[in-house]
Each structure stands twice: as C-alpha cells, then as structure tokens.
C-alpha cells in the first residue's frame, strides 16, 4: 500500500511539471493557486470610513441595485479586479432586488398600523358619539360642554378629531371599520345618548310648566314631528328632558325670578349672621343627657378598674426608640431587652410565652417579633433570696442560653448580660446590679439573725 501511494504522488508530481513546462513554452503566466473562503481581519481606520461611505451610498440608490460608475463602462480599480478575480471561482447569486411596485405595497401596508398606534384615546363609540351630536347640535362647544366620552377631551381635542374624520382619509376609513364592528346594543345605547337639537327643544317648549303631561302626550309630539326629532327619541326620553327644562326654568310660560335687594336673604350664611343667639330657647333633652350620664359613669368605672390594677402589673413594655433612656429605675430588678421592645421585670416571678384570649401571660414575645412557634407558656424567669436569677424551660421547644440548650423540664443560671434566645427570637438579659446588691444584704441580715 506504502508502494502505491508513492506512486500516485509521483505520477502527480510529473503531470504538474508537464503542466508548467507547457505555460512557459506558450508564453502565460501559471495560474495561482487560491481559496475561495474570506479571510476575515481587521479592518484600519480609512478603511472603515471607506465602507460606512460605501454602505451610505448604496443605501442611498435604493431599488437600481448597480452603481452608475459601473454602467458608464470606467474600468474598475485594482482592489476591485483582485476581488473579481478572487469571485470567478465561485460564483455568488445576486441578491433579490425588490421591484418598485412592491416597495409602494410594502409601505402602503405599514401605514395602517402606524395609524392605529396613533388612534390612541379615540373609541369606535366615542367616534360615533361626537357624529351624532354634531349633526344634531352643529356646535362642537356645546358637544364638548355637553357630552360624555370614555376619556375627559377637551375642545381643541374634539376639534382635532372632528376634522381629521372629514379631512383624513386613512383616520376617517379606520374609524368606519370600527364604527361597524359595534354591537347594536351600544349603538342603541350611544344613540340614546345624543344631544336635544335646538329644534326638538322648541318643540318641548309648547307643553305647558302647569299641565301634568303623559307618556301619550310625548308620543303624540313623535308622532305629529318625525322628521325633526332625533330617530332613536322614545317618549320616555322626552318626558326626562323636558322635566329638566322645567326645573332649570327654560319652558316658554317660566319666568325667572330676580335677586331680591335690601335686606333679604340670599343664602344660609346670610340668614346665621341675622340670627340672635341670645333669642334662642334652649330645649333640653332628657333622653340625650341621661345617656351622657350613663357613658360618663362607665368610663369613671374602667379608669377605677385600671387604677386597682396597676400595682398588679409585674411587667412593663417599652418600645425602643433612638432616645437613651434609662434601663433601670428603683423597681426594676431585670431587663428582658430585645430588638424592637424591653420587658422590665418587676417582681421576683415572671412567665414567658405566647399570649391568647384563655392564656394571660406577663412577658408577651409576639410583640417583639413571628411567636407562632413559642408555647403559650414556654419559660419562668425567677428570682431567689441569693440573688441568682434561673429561667426553667416549661415549653416544647429549648431556650438557648449563651449558645446553650435549654431543654424542656430543665432550669438554667441567667447572668448578667446573657443571651436569651427563644425560636429565632433573641433577647439579653440585663440585671440591675444595685437593687440585686441590696436584696442580697437584707437577706444576709436575715440569715444572721
């Protein structure tokens, strides 16, 4: 196999020197070998200025697609023959150039939806609202005044929308299309709601202020002017109108009556000031008064009951705010603090735990943070005749003392400034070491009597 594929390349080599001798003797430069791949580098600096301009211009010639030097018959430059001669091997499709009448379709079919972007604010139901009340009043500040669209427009704005559905032919076929696709029922509706013309008024301006009219009497009116009332106008619609005409005083036999002068009365002020106080019988309610009796009983009776149980109290909640108040005070034997409230303990024994409508405990830990996992009575912090402070754990979960483990049944020694950590709730117990010392002395006086 070796001997074979020596051979081959023998073989090779002798054909291409046959090659070569041959294109010396006719005179032509051998052809030289080379990739058709693109070899990609970096370009400098003259050279991308030269092809953002190249890319520009192209841009620029739109659908023609060939450059003009090329059409005038002017030779190309050297860079461009290497490329020619570099593409022959390869010939590259030409790309599919668009034809004018399909780039005018093209942008023909963006517009709409460009339009559609810019409808915006206008519904097909406000676009058929401000027809209707324009053909009925021929005044778009009394449409704007006197209709109700989805969204607050104001005049410049109807006017605006007004003459771009008579003038603007893209804006105009849209809003048709729209108007088109509406339910019957909203159109009923939308039509319900359409301006009185000055006509159909006059014509309401004939019944009476005095006269009591009927549904009939209005169909009768619909009846007799079908051409000048709007075609959607029910009786009852009329009846509606023309009784607030005759509130506002606008029926033809309705006069309006003047502003008094002198000395009358024009509003509620004026009439207060014109009173005299002191010509003003004061009425007495028995019935109000024995019931502010009652109230005023019950609450002397709670602050009693509040102030019985104040000496009861063994410990009090503090918020903690920026303020450095003192800790302790002459009655404060511990302080249980945490991070959003101190309990000050004030008695030799105090319970811990989680308080409920059955269960009243004397430190609260749900108000220092989530105690939806502390027992209901989850620790006793007590005090002996020594002076040595314990915490016995009477819960399900342990009490960490200092990193410690508390377990449920057992007791621990709380010194001073130890942490108490009781299901991710932290606290540290601060002892005031005065009183403590003055506890201690009495109990030694005792002992030695």
Same mark, same amino acid.
């Given at each position: 196999? +070796?001997?074979?594929?020596?051979?081959?390349?023998?073989?090779?080599?002798?054909?291409?020197?046959? *090659?070569?001798?041959?294109?010396?003797?006719?005179?032509?430069?051998?052809?030289?070998?080379?990739?058709? %791949?693109?070899?990609?580098?970096?370009?400098?600096?003259?050279?991308?200025?030269?092809?953002?301009?190249?890319?520009?211009?192209? #841009?620029?010639?739109?659908?023609?697609?060939?450059?003009?030097?090329?059409?005038?018959?002017?030779?190309?430059?050297?860079?461009?023959?290497?490329?020619?001669?570099?593409?022959?091997?390869?010939?590259?499709?030409?790309?599919?150039?668009?034809?004018?009448?399909? @780039? *005018?379709?093209?942008? *023909?079919?963006? !517009?709409?939806? !460009?339009?559609?972007?810019?409808?915006?604010?206008?519904?097909?139901?406000?676009?058929?609202?401000?027809?209707? @009340?324009?053909?009925?009043?021929?005044?778009?500040?009394?449409?704007?005044?006197?209709?109700?669209?989805?969204?607050?427009?104001?005049? %410049?704005?109807?006017?605006?929308?007004?003459? +771009?559905?008579?003038?603007?032919?893209?804006?105009?076929?849209?809003?048709?299309?729209?108007?088109?696709?509406?339910?019957?029922?909203?159109?009923?509706?939308?039509?319900?709601?359409? /301006?009185?013309? *000055?006509?159909?008024?006059?014509?309401?301006?004939?019944?009476?202020?005095?006269?009591?009219?009927? /549904?009939?009497?209005? !169909?009768?009116?619909?009846?007799?002017?079908?051409?000048?009332?709007?075609?959607?106008?029910?009786?009852? +619609?009329?009846?509606?109108?023309?009784?607030?005409?005759?509130?506002?005083?606008?029926?033809?036999?309705?006069?309006?009556?003047?502003?008094?002068?002198?000395?009358?009365?024009?509003?509620?002020?004026?009439?207060?000031?014109?009173?005299?106080?002191?010509?003003?019988?004061?009425?007495?309610?028995?019935?109000?008064?024995?019931?502010?009796?009652?109230?005023?009983?019950?609450?002397?009776?709670?602050?009693?009951?509040?102030?019985?149980?104040?000496?009861?109290?063994?410990?009090?909640?503090?918020?903690?705010?920026?303020?450095?108040?003192?800790?302790?005070?002459?009655?404060?034997?511990?302080?249980?603090?945490? #991070?959003?409230? %101190?309990?000050?303990? #004030?008695?030799?024994?105090?319970?811990?735990? #989680?308080?409920?409508?059955?269960?009243?405990?004397?430190?609260? /830990?749900?108000?220092?943070?989530?105690?939806?996992?502390?027992?209901?009575?989850?620790?006793?912090?007590?005090?002996?005749?020594? &002076?040595?402070?314990?915490?016995?754990?009477? &819960?399900?979960?342990?009490?960490?003392?200092?990193?410690?483990?508390?377990? &449920? &049944?057992?007791?621990?020694?709380?010194?001073?400034?130890?942490?108490?950590?009781?299901?991710?709730?932290?606290?540290?117990?601060?002892?005031?070491?005065?009183?403590? @010392?003055?506890?201690?002395?009495?109990?030694?006086?005792?002992?030695? !009597?």
């Amino acid at each position: 196999m +070796a001997s074979g594929a020596t051979s081959r390349s023998e073989d090779e080599e002798s054909l291409a020197g046959q *090659k070569r001798g041959s294109a010396q003797a006719s005179g032509a430069i051998p052809k030289r070998r080379s990739s058709s %791949r693109f070899i990609k580098r970096k370009k400098f600096d003259d050279e991308l200025v030269e092809s953002s301009l190249a890319k520009s211009s192209s #841009r620029a010639k739109g659908a023609g697609g060939v450059e003009p030097g090329r059409c005038s018959g002017s030779e190309p430059s050297s860079s461009e023959k290497k490329k020619v001669s570099k593409s022959v091997s390869t010939p590259i499709a030409p790309s599919p150039v668009p034809t004018p009448g399909l @780039a *005018k379709r093209m942008k *023909k079919s963006k !517009q709409p939806l !460009q339009v559609t972007k810019d409808l915006g604010r206008w519904k097909p139901a406000d676009d058929l609202l401000l027809i209707n @009340a324009v053909l009925q009043t021929n005044d778009l500040t009394s449409v704007h005044l006197g209709v109700k669209f989805s969204c607050r427009f104001n005049l %410049r704005e109807i006017q605006e929308r007004w003459y +771009a559905l008579l003038y603007d032919p893209i804006i105009s076929k849209l809003a048709c299309q729209a108007m088109r696709q509406l339910h019957p029922e909203a159109i009923a509706a939308i039509q319900s709601k359409v /301006l009185f013309s *000055k006509a159909e008024e006059q014509l309401l301006n004939k019944v009476g202020s005095t006269s009591q009219p009927t /549904l009939d009497t209005f !169909q009768e009116l619909l009846h007799k002017h079908p051409d000048v009332f709007y075609p959607s106008r029910t009786a009852k +619609a009329l009846q509606l109108h023309w009784q607030l005409m005759k509130q506002y005083y606008l029926l033809d036999d309705q006069t309006v009556q003047p502003l008094p002068k002198g000395d009358q009365v024009l509003n509620f002020s004026d009439a207060e000031d014109m009173l005299d106080d002191s010509k003003l019988k004061d009425v007495r309610d028995e019935v109000l008064e024995h019931e502010l009796t009652v109230a005023d009983r019950r609450q002397k009776r709670e602050i009693r009951q509040l102030e019985q149980e104040l000496h009861k109290w063994q410990v009090l909640v503090d918020s903690i705010t920026g303020m450095s108040s003192p800790d302790f005070d002459s009655q404060t034997l511990a302080v249980l603090r945490g #991070r959003m409230v %101190r309990y000050l303990m #004030r008695s030799r024994e105090i319970t811990l735990g #989680r308080a409920t409508k059955d269960n009243q405990i004397d430190v609260d /830990l749900a108000l220092e943070g989530p105690a939806w996992k502390i027992s209901r009575k989850q620790g006793v912090i007590k005090l002996k005749n020594n &002076g040595d402070f314990f915490i016995a754990n009477e &819960g399900r979960r342990p009490i960490y003392i200092d990193g410690r483990p508390v377990l &449920g &049944g057992n007791k621990w020694k709380l010194n001073n400034n130890s942490v108490v950590e009781i299901a991710s709730l932290r606290f540290v117990f601060l002892i005031n070491q005065d009183l403590i @010392a003055l506890i201690k002395a009495e109990a030694a006086k005792l002992a030695q !009597q």
